[in-house]
Nanobody, 119 residues
Framework: QVQLVESGGGLVQPGGSLRLSCVAS????????TGWYRQAPGRQRELVAS???????NYAEFVKGRFTISRDNAKNTVYLQMNDLKPEDTAVYYC?????????????WGQGTQVTVSS
């Protein structure tokens, strides 16, 4: 069982920055892939960025050059640095970690943190 707790969301003006943090319980976190997703009202949840246990990173096109994902395995924490925020980045951001158990993907989600970009 893995528990994820996000923090760092809030209200920011366009062009501003926020850093989200996701702290995980469990000693095997460093072996799991982890990602940030977001869901805006009326829209489906979408992948923002992901990082594997070996450090391979993937970004959605709409955040390339603006967001940076990183992880600190010693602290069981994954970060999402968000720069040059736009109103369309407004959403609830969720942390996800996943691994395969006997061939089946196991997904764990945090409770989400609200990011609002508005002047």
């Amino acid at each position: 069982q893995v528990q994820l707790v996000e923090s760092g969301g809030g209200l920011v003006q366009p062009g501003g920055s926020l850093r989200l943090s996701c702290v995980a319980s469990g000693s095997s976190f460093s072996a799991y892939a982890t990602g940030w997703y977001r869901q805006a009202p009326g829209r489906q949840r979408e992948l923002v960025a992901s990082i594997t246990s070996s450090g391979s990173i993937n970004y959605a096109e709409f955040v390339k050059g603006r967001f940076t994902i990183s992880r600190d395995n010693a602290k069981n924490t994954v970060y999402l640095q968000m720069n040059d925020l736009k109103p369309e980045d407004t959403a609830v951001y969720y942390c996800n970690t996943n691994f395969y158990l006997m061939g089946f993907r196991q997904d764990y989600w945090g409770q989400g943190t609200q990011v609002t970009v508005s002047s």
